[in-house]
């Protein structure tokens, strides 16, 4: 079982950037995708980005794309979501899991989640 830890969030104000982490341990993580999820209160856990073992394929939702990139450094066992020009609806708890082998955007595909980071963005 891998475990997952995210950090880096934070308050922001609107227009500007955050970069959160996902440190893994367990498991081999070069050889699994990753992606990043986000929940906002009262709402259902929704796709951010994913990519691929490799870093060579990206998959971003129409809501974050051209804002936010996702990236990952395998001899840090680490994905990141570097997130620019903040919007408040941005704000929610954001996650990361192990992907399934082909692209979903489903969280229930998704496995080994953690704990998340709060990320808040005031206008």
């Known amino acids: 079982q891998v475990q997952l830890v995210e950090s880096g969030g934070g308050w922001v104000q609107a227009g500007g950037s955050l970069r959160v982490s996902c440190l893994a341990s367990?498991?081999?993580?070069?050889?699994?995708?990753m992606g990043w999820f986000r929940q906002a209160p009262g709402k259902e856990r929704e796709f951010v980005a994913a990519?691929?073992?490799?870093?060579?394929?990206?998959y971003y939702a129409d809501s974050v794309k051209g804002r936010f990139t996702i990236s990952r450094d395998n001899t840090k066992n680490t994905v990141y979501l570097q997130m620019n020009s903040l919007k408040p609806e941005d704000t929610a708890v954001y996650y990361c899991?192990?992907?399934?082998?082909?692209?979903?955007?489903?969280?229930?595909?998704?496995?080994?989640w953690g704990q998340g980071t709060q990320v808040t963005v005031s206008s």
């Open positions: 367990g498991g081999s993580f070069r050889s699994y995708g």
């Open positions: 899991a192990r992907a399934p082998t082909a692209f979903s955007r489903l969280p229930s595909l998704y496995n080994d």
């Open positions: 990519i691929s073992w490799s870093g060579g394929t990206t």
